[in-house]
């Protein structure tokens, strides 16, 4: 591998590429009571190093949405992140972040979810949970094999009694037409 050359002009820096400036809607559920931080500026400083960085936030109260019409301008304590410390049920909403370049071009906008549950309400299955995943895959293949053939009883037992079921209707009908077509002949009354 050749050596870099750094001149004058130029300058060799490493940094991650980005598809977009839109990063998305990130979601979180915490219980009331908790820290939560949103860091907005240590991704892109991570990957384009200190430069000037002009940095806004936007609030959605009580929504999670990435529908810009929604949020009202919001002042955080810290413009690089928001450290919610407690969180309380009343910040569930969205957050919004846009960092802007010194020549106020936009470089990141990311929105967070943030659901806020009273502590009383979250009770996670763990064990159950944590025992169905650590099921191994020949166990989950043992379930899939039962499930497929009670599906494959169904079907024969469908396959076995519509059929004739519906020709033995369809054969009634024909005879029960014949019988009255027989009997309007003989000049009896059908009701």
Known sequence: MAKLKVSKVC??????????????????????????????????????GYF????????????ITSDDTLFAHW????????????????????Y????????????????WG????????????????LTKWESTPNEQNQQNQTVSYRQDQWMILYMVLIPPSLAGAVAGLILGLCWAVRRRQQGGVVV
């Open 11 to 48: 300058r060799v820096r490493k940094v991650k590429c980005l598809e977009s400036w839109q990063c998305g809607l990130r979601t979180m559920t915490v219980t009331s009571g908790e820290k939560v931080e949103l860091d907005c500026l240590g991704e892109v400083m991570e990957a384009m």
């Open 114 to 129: 943030i659901r806020v549950l009273p502590t009383e309400v979250l009770n996670l299955d763990y064990e159950g949970t």
């Open 96 to 111: 919004r972040c846009m960092v802007q370049d010194a020549k106020y071009r936009r470089v990141k906008r990311v929105y």
């Open 52 to 63: 000037s960085w002009r940095v806004l936030w936007r609030y959605a109260h009580g929504i």
């Open 75 to 94: 002042k955080a304590p810290q413009l690089d992140k928001v450290i919610l410390d407690p969180v309380r049920e009343e910040d569930a909403g969205t």
